[in-house]
């Protein structure tokens, strides 16, 4: 059974970081995406980051380019997700989540595993 575990979400004031872990367990898997997505009170679940733990490739999400950073660690079968510069409207809860086949995709439902989600609140 696969099993997804974020960490590192909280309270920051705007401008400041914060660095999300997921921490994958349970399977064996070769070739996979994982990817950060977010979702706000009211809104639809989107995509923030994408990584192919395969070959590297990256997606960055037009409204965190300059201000994420998305990087892995194979062996700990760990993704993170550096977040600066962070606004207002990057609350929200964040979720990791992993695609079993296939590559970089945003579309929630390719999506086979997914975490609890960590809560990111940028205010004031």
């Known amino acids: 059974q696969v099993q997804l575990v974020e960490s590192g979400g909280g309270l920051v004031q705007p401008g400041g970081s914060l660095r999300l872990s997921c921490a994958a367990s349970?399977?064996?898997?070769?070739?996979?995406?994982t990817g950060w997505f977010r979702q706000a009170p009211g809104k639809e679940r989107e995509g923030v980051s994408l990584i192919s733990m395969t070959d590297g490739t990256i997606y960055y999400a037009d409204s965190v380019k300059g201000r994420f950073t998305i990087s892995k660690d194979n062996l700990k079968k760990t993704v993170y997700l550096q977040m600066n510069s962070l606004k207002p409207e990057d609350t929200a809860v964040y979720y990791c989540?992993?695609?079993?086949?296939?590559?970089?995709?945003?579309?929630?439902?390719?999506?086979?595993?997914w975490g609890q989600g960590t809560q990111v609140t940028v205010s004031s």
């Open positions: 989540a992993i695609h079993t086949f296939g590559g970089l995709t945003l579309d929630v439902r390719e999506y086979d595993y």
């Open positions: 349970g399977y064996d898997l070769h070739y996979y995406t």
